[in-house]
């Protein structure tokens, strides 16, 4: 909540907040239960020019449908459109509806990320006052971050929920990473990162091409996940709105850090709803070895 917001203000966002979360996660069976018939490219592509499939497009449809319709939502806006669609008045809602959705052929982990920003879009880093993910795995999980604390559910697959953890923290000595991108398109300062990191005897690689299960696995473990700037891609791959800023909110949330090379993703300001960041999440120490780097 920023200075200025009044207890009505404070208390209107808080309740849309709770209805966010109780929306996606109550979607999350039945996006789960729609995905076998939808392991095909759809016609279109999204706004970042990539290729959609059919279960981005049915994803993106059912959200918009049901965080639309709640009260207290202003706007809802997507990786999987171009603009954001006015639904009424209150937060703006940025989703991805199926973050890593090219892990849907293999059959690998996939996710759905949701940011709650109090302002217009594209918002500040500083504007998101919740963000969530829902990891596709062999269960379903939600990490929830709101007021400076992260809350780990299991969802059922009758769309009931339960606490599985509170105030999840990253934990201390870390233990995994992973880095995206080809590898011949690191940067120096990465790539001399890198380097350190793989030869670190307690850190072992852990990459899944879907960032919510990468960066899950450094909630569980500790360690870092990147997908950082690159030669023929400065801003790297994946999207402030609706990447950047709820991770970088989540892992902070759990005691960690965020960046995108030189400082908090919470502080990158970009004035396109679908403009990309370079991503470095993890715990603390690592983050600050990272961002030296750049420094240099
Ligand atoms: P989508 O949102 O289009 O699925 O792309 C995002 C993503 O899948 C991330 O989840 C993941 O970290 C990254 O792209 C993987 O990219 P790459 O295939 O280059 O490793």
Not at 44 to 66: I, K
Not at 265 to 271: A, F, W
Request: aromatic share 8%; with cysteine.
């Amino acid at each position: 909540m920023t200075d200025t917001d009044t207890t009505d203000q404070v208390e209107s966002i808080a309740a849309a907040i709770d209805a966010v979360v109780d929306v996606v996660a109550r979607a999350a069976p039945e996006i789960r239960s729609g995905l076998p018939g939808r392991r095909v490219a759809a016609e279109g592509q999204n706004p970042s020019g990539e290729t959609q499939m059919a279960a981005d497009v049915f994803a993106d449809d059912l959200l918009c449908e049901r965080l639309g319709a709640l009260d207290g939502v202003g706007t809802y806006a997507s990786e999987e459109r171009e603009t954001a669609v006015d639904v009424g008045s209150g937060v703006s809602v940025c989703v991805d509806p199926l973050d890593g959705s090219s892990n849907l052929e293999p059959n690998a982990a996939m996710g759905t990320i949701v940011a709650v920003y109090d302002g217009p879009l594209p918002a500040a880093g500083r504007d998101i006052r919740a963000a969530a993910y829902v990891l596709y795995g062999p269960i379903t999980t939600m990490a929830v971050a709101r007021e400076g604390s992260v809350t780990e559910y299991v969802i059922h697959e009758d769309a009931d929920y339960d606490v599985l953890t509170e105030d999840v923290r990253l934990p201390d000595d870390p233990t995994v990473y992973g880095f995206g991108g080809r590898v011949p398109h690191w940067v120096e300062p990465f790539e001399a990162f890198a380097a350190d990191v793989e030869s670190d005897p307690s850190l072992k690689l852990r990459y899944g091409g879907a960032m919510i299960g990468d960066v899950n696995q450094v909630l569980t473990y500790g360690g870092i996940f990147a997908y950082p700037t690159l030669s023929n891609a400065p801003e790297g791959k994946l999207r402030l709105q609706f990447e950047g800023y709820p991770v970088g909110y989540i892992v902070e949330a759990a005691g960690g850090a965020s960046s995108n090379g030189r400082r908090s993703l919470l502080d990158v300001e970009k004035d396109d709803l679908h403009a990309r960041t370079p991503v470095y999440v993890g715990n603390q120490e690592l983050i600050d070895d990272l961002e030296s780097r750049f420094a240099e």
